[in-house]
């Protein structure tokens, strides 16, 4: 995400690039795919609410960051727009994909190993990944989002922004990108992305 922080820079905004609970240099045993990571991102709003220069809130995500960002705006109501670059709809459908991905076999053979592992998580983490859900939270908010995803994306394939797309289409906004792969349509269109995504932030003061 430093790419897009020197993007934003460029384009007179102020950044806020934290790392995701479990990763970099932050704390947290375990990933949660957005559920307790989205209370995160209400933190770190706060944070920036408390510079004199901060008056409006904007946010960016990649992938599972896309994700987390898309859950958070069901606590997070200061949003004034967000871009999600990447994201799946929801944990479950994208825990079956990517094990049909990495071994080549039908979905359906993996439903007690994605059972399993839910069933194990809620008993010894006291997470329900069910709730893991972009999906629901677009369904619900008013929040001006930009939804961008790679033709060519195999890790999230493109269906999962059509899916959230089709659930808000009032205030949802897809660009799918010819050619990119995941998280590569900055790479892919850099020009045509940074045009996007700072047209998208300023059209909504």
Same mark, same amino acid.
């Given at each position: 995400?430093?790419?897009?922080?020197?993007?934003?820079?460029?384009?007179?905004?102020?950044?806020?690039?934290?790392?995701?609970?479990?990763?970099?240099?932050?704390?947290?045993?375990?990933?949660?795919?957005?559920?307790?990571?989205?209370?995160?991102?209400?933190?770190?709003?706060?944070?920036?609410?408390?510079?004199?220069?901060?008056?409006?809130?904007?946010?960016?995500?990649?992938?599972?960051?896309?994700?987390?960002?898309?859950?958070?705006?069901?606590?997070?109501?200061?949003?004034?727009?967000?871009?999600?670059?990447?994201?799946?709809?929801?944990?479950?459908?994208?825990?079956?994909?990517?094990?049909?991905?990495?071994?080549?076999? &039908?979905?359906?053979?993996?439903?007690?190993?994605?059972?399993?592992?839910?069933?194990?998580?809620?008993?010894?983490?006291?997470?329900?990944?069910?709730?893991?859900?972009?999906?629901?939270?677009?369904?619900?908010?008013?929040?001006?989002?930009?939804?961008?995803?790679?033709?060519?994306?195999?890790?999230?394939? &493109?269906?999962?922004?059509?899916?959230?797309?089709?659930?808000?289409?009032?205030?949802?906004?897809?660009?799918?990108? &010819?050619?990119?792969?995941?998280?590569?349509?900055?790479?892919?269109? &850099?020009?045509?992305?940074?045009?996007?995504?700072?047209?998208?932030?300023?059209?909504?003061?």
């Amino acid at each position: 995400m430093l790419i897009h922080a020197g993007l934003l820079l460029r384009n007179k905004f102020t950044v806020l690039v934290p790392d995701s609970r479990g990763h970099g240099l932050s704390g947290g045993p375990i990933v949660t795919y957005g559920i307790r990571e989205s209370s995160d991102v209400r933190c770190w709003a706060d944070r920036l609410f408390q510079e004199p220069r901060v008056g409006r809130l904007y946010g960016i995500g990649q992938s599972l960051g896309a994700a987390t960002l898309l859950q958070s705006l069901r606590v997070e109501p200061r949003f004034r727009a967000v871009v999600a670059d990447s994201p799946f709809a929801n944990f479950e459908e994208i825990a079956y994909e990517r094990l049909q991905q990495v071994s080549g076999i &039908p979905q359906l053979a993996f439903w007690p190993v994605v059972r399993l592992g839910f069933v194990y998580a809620d008993l010894t983490e006291r997470v329900d990944l069910r709730q893991a859900s972009p999906l629901e939270s677009v369904r619900a908010t008013r929040v001006p989002i930009l939804l961008i995803h790679g033709a060519a994306d195999t890790n999230i394939p &493109p269906h999962h922004s059509d899916e959230l797309h089709a659930a808000n289409p009032g205030s949802t906004k897809l660009w799918i990108v &010819p050619g990119a792969s995941h998280v590569a349509s900055l790479g892919t269109e &850099p020009e045509t992305y940074e045009r996007n995504v700072v047209d998208w932030f300023r059209s909504h003061p």
